[in-house]
């Protein structure tokens, strides 16, 4: 079956950097839309960004835009988010979904495959 597992998650200060990762298996990695999403306490779930199949092509919150960046490795099956200059309302649990079709600013309720997230903690 599908499984993306999120990693890299933890507490940092304001400021910091994190890399997450997201490891996916039992779909053909390199032919889907990966996304990055995130939920922090007492809000919904938002949108942070995506990167296309052949990692040619990304898209950003602007909350976001500038400061992470997602990337993509398609021989280790795996995909990225860069956070850098965190702030302390970067505090969530983040998750990666995948997606068939579709796409940079696909809505949340079209991607097909979700992780179980990773928290992360910014602190100020």
């Known amino acids: 079956q599908v499984q993306l597992v999120e990693s890299g998650g933890g507490l940092v200060q304001a400021g910091g950097s994190l890399r997450l990762s997201c490891a996916a298996s039992?779909?053909?990695?390199?032919?889907?839309?990966m996304g990055w999403f995130r939920q922090a306490p007492g809000k919904e779930r938002e949108f942070v960004g995506a990167?296309?199949?052949?990692?040619?092509?990304?898209s950003y919150a602007d909350s976001v835009k500038g400061r992470f960046t997602i990337a993509r490795d398609n021989a280790e099956n795996t995909v990225y988010l860069q956070m850098n200059s965190l702030k302390p309302e970067d505090t969530a649990v983040y998750y990666c979904?995948?997606?068939?079709?579709?796409?940079?600013?696909?809505?949340?309720?079209?991607?097909?495959?979700w992780g179980q997230g990773t928290q992360v903690t910014v602190s100020s």
């Open positions: 979904a995948a997606a068939a079709w579709g796409g940079l600013y696909l809505r949340q309720n079209e991607y097909d495959y």
């Open positions: 039992g779909l053909t990695f390199s032919t889907y839309l």
């Open positions: 990167i296309n199949w052949s990692g040619g092509s990304t």
